[in-house]
């Protein structure tokens, strides 16, 4: 007996918690879903990501907003 840990790998979201559901024929193939279909596949092991909607409104936000304070803190200070 093999173990494809790729199909028992459940991925979900870090903030809405809805799950990544990727078609085995197709694996680039994939769309997120509410969690509670879901929770039936309990043999399954449980990942964490972030759905392309959080990314986009959430994540990438807060990346710009900590590479902003970065260069503030490393910005060379100015004395005259």
């Not at 809405?16 to 509410?34: G, L, P």
Request: charge should be negative.
């Amino acid at each position: 007996m093999t173990y494809d840990a790729e199909e028992s790998l459940i991925t979900v979201c870090c903030y809405c918690h809805a799950v990544r559901i990727v078609n085995s024929a197709d694996v680039k193939s994939q769309r997120w879903a509410s969690l509670e279909p879901e929770t039936l596949r309990l043999n399954s092991n449980i990942s964490h990501g972030y759905c392309p909607e959080c990314y986009e409104t959430i994540v990438l936000p807060m990346l710009e907003e900590l590479e902003l304070e970065e260069e503030e803190v490393y910005a060379p200070s100015r004395r005259f």
